[in-house]
């Protein structure tokens, strides 16, 4: 990275394309938080490299004045990973989607997560396929009715942060389109974070699933219904802290606050290495409905794939020096014929 | 040493099979007996042969595990037709190999297997060295597993562990009779067990015993030797197409000035090369061990993005997988070769069997218009100069290139006369650090001569840009759906890749120059064809032949090549792939030979075949 910390306007960092999401999609708001956060990040714009897959959200890298590649339906934790793992100086950030990283991708994104791979992963959840006009996706809800299940879905949907949670992921955090302030804290928390980190965005599509995080942006609603994760603090929310969290036989459960002894409230600890309280704290919700936790879930440390395969390079260079093809091609024995 | 009646007969080349139980340690016997022979100076060509599962049932056919080789005072380019030395462990390994054994062969048995249980698992009724079916050969029946264990008594070794030795008494005593010295494998043995001595001494004792029992058996006192052959002049090593391939790569890498990233999945018979390249991390080679065949191509194009010489490998299966990321680096235009060491297919097929079956898979195997260059190896050692070419044309041009290979190819070796490291042609890329135009950068404004896009790499100031699989605009590469540019740029890319045909080895002609008939190959044949025309010449039957190395685009010269003939014959291990390929590209009216029985031709059966057409 840069030793002198650069900085940009947010205009440097909008490339000269033209953004052609649908008016109103939370996607306009996440573009701003990113720009906003990588214009004043302090890493040199021809270090950032943007990956994206496929769908609404994977339009991404093509309106950042960075490096990007928009590859192909789900693989783009695979190839974030090889740009990583060749270039370990690059900051590279995956944009996705629901579909893109837990349907088609789900197998790239939870061996990312696994091998720690110096990667960014920002998942965009609007809880539907947009692109294509409005399938239910791994992350509706049950008996959601889309084009493609009139009847409703009779599908259970994954929990993002459980699964990143399951996959031995390092850093993992959600955030909500409309709270820039809390997206952009995360994104700082992320890029600080050695490893792979997975930041699930809800993301609402106004065209095709309108209002699906109503319960956690409606003045109305939020302030009961978001419990938000912040290190160090205890965990109470709603109308003047009347609801706590706290941990029973390792299960987190939402209390009234008065019920409970203060020292019983959970204080949330981003760095605890078991992952089983996380991991708990996610399944206060399945989805963003009721009292639904926000903020950094879990960040701890772990070697990253990145690094160690360059040490195992640098180690065998200092064991056997560097390659040399003439000896390589005589390593296995030779013979003269004169 | 010197046996009263030894007698030493030369003869200038001899097939030899070890057949077994798939844990018998054939290929192991197999290996060590070709690399004493190589480095007595032989010339050579080894095939082996093994089952899918690792370990099938003990003294079934279906467990039966061979390795041949053929070893000669000459220049050879074939692992030899029908053995003329055939060593079974078991009756299975009998019943397996028996019908190629050539007439008057030699067939030494394992005379402890031959139970009757093991007999009755071979799907023998009688014991076949009862039957009268082994008149015609000449049989020498050994109790190698009662020598072992005798020769093993001293050691403190389970009963299991002993009867492992076994392999190394065979190999004895195929030393003995074919005058090959030990050293080479003691050393090899003190080598791999340098921290078990005492398995160690163990093989060499089992070693010894195999070779001791030829000194004392008066049936083994005739023996055999096979002189060192005249090949050209220069230093040479042993290497199979695995290994040739994998060092191909490394110099390739070397010689553009970039590091090697390869990204794989295992599958047979394509691991070998992760294994290989996972070895030689001081050249910077960054393998990646994949989730799946699918993120082994992916991380591939996205090193290539950063600029590495980016590199993925499977074998057919996986090449389905991979087939939407390659179309990714074709329309992004990254280079990247992709190696395709070609099983039985189709689906899991014979996954440890040679066929040349996924060549029309490679030409076309992609959604879209998408053309790309096809470069296939023709023997273990061209596999090294085949992987080069595969990368050269991918930096040069800015393409996917596919590179063929097959189990044949893979897994068998041949001495390789070493090249002059720095003889090998610097490879040039298309990197760049610096605008190429007043205006800024623009990503794919096209080199004139190879229409080749400049390669920007991350890290480079200025020149950031995006690129994915959307159609891109010629020049600026930013989005376009316009339908003049679609036309445009996938008639673009047609020519970049037909422009290539200028710029590869010109096909040339092998044999006969004034014959009516040619016989056209592609990839492993070449052995083969290269012997049975060779032989056709001796008899006076007038033929040539010529292999492609490049199978798209083909040399500019092909069609010249093909108008001097009247005939033209395309035997293949597929049912007619290049034969489809070459007719409609050169309106000819090919013949094929085709076989698709898990098998290489032999050069006899091609011989016999060719001649056949020649004479219709």
Known sequence: MSKVPVTYKRTDMQSDQEVKWCPGCGDYTILASVQNFMAEMGISKEKIVFVSGIGC????????????????????????????????????????????????GGNHLIHALRKNVNIKILMFNNQIYGLTKGQYSPTSEEGKKTKSSPFGSVEMPLNPMSLALGAEATFVARSIDMDRDLTAGILEEAKNHKGSAFVEIYQNCNVFNDKAFEQLTNKET???????LVHGEKTVFGEDGHKAVVIRNGIAQIVDTKDVDESEIYVHNIHEENPSIAFSLSRLSHGPYGPTPLGVFRKVQRDTYTEEVHSQIQMAKEQKGEGELDKLIRSLGTWDVS | MSIENKTVESIPAITIRFAGDSGDGMQLVGTRFTDTSAVFGNDLATLPAFPAEIRAPQGTIAGVSSFQVQIADFDILTPGDNPDVLVAMNPAALKAHLHDLAPNGMLILNEDAFEEKNITKAGYKVDPRESGELDGYRVFQVPMEKLTKEALEEFDLPGRAVLRSKNM????????????PLEDTENWINDKFSKLPEIAKANIKALKTGYNFGITVEAFHHTYVVEKASLPPGEYTNINGNIGLSWGLIAAAKKADLDLFYGSYPITPASDILHELSKHKNFNVITFQAEDEIAAA????????????????????????KSETISLALSAELPLVIVNVQRGGPSTGLPT???????????????????LPVVAAKSPSHAFYAAYEAARIALKYMTPVILLSDNYVATGSEPWNLPDIETLNKLDTNIITKLNTEDGFLPFLRNVDTFARPWALPGTPGLEYRV???????????????????????????????????????????????????????????????QAVNRLNEKGVKVASAHFVHLNPFPDNTLEVISKFKKVIIPELNTGQLLKLVREAFLVDARGINKVSGETFTAQELTDKIEAIINE
Not at chain 1, 222 to 228: G, L, M, P
């Open chain 2, 169 to 180: 008494v065979a190999l004895g005593l195929i030393s003995w009779t074919f005058n090959r």
């Open chain 2, 298 to 321: 992916a991380a591939s194009v996205g090193a290539s993005f950063t600029g590495k010489l980016a590199v993925t490998g499977t074998s057919g299966p996986g090449l389905a997988l």
């Open chain 1, 57 to 104: 959200a994977a339009r991404f890298p093509y309106y950042m004045n960075t490096y990007g590649v928009h590859s192909i339906h789900g693989r783009a934790p695979a190839v974030a990973t090889g740009v990583s793992v060749s270039n370990p100086d690059l900051s590279v950030w995956v944009v996705s989607g629901d579909g893109d990283s837990l349907s088609i």
């Open chain 1, 222 to 228: 939020k302030v009961a219904n978001r419990i938000n």
């Open chain 2, 353 to 371: 069997k040679p066929e040349q079956s996924d060549l029309m898979f490679a030409l076309y195997g992609r959604h879209g218009e998408s053309p």
């Open chain 2, 468 to 530: 994915g699989g959307l159609e891109k605009e010629e020049g600026t590469g930013n989005v376009s759906y316009d339908a003049a540019n679609h036309q445009y740029m996938t008639d673009m890319r047609a020519w970049k890749i037909s422009n290539i045909a200028n710029d590869i080895d010109k096909l040339e002609i092998h044999g006969d120059e004034s014959a009516d008939t040619l016989v056209l190959g592609w990839g492993s044949t070449y052995g083969g064809i290269t």
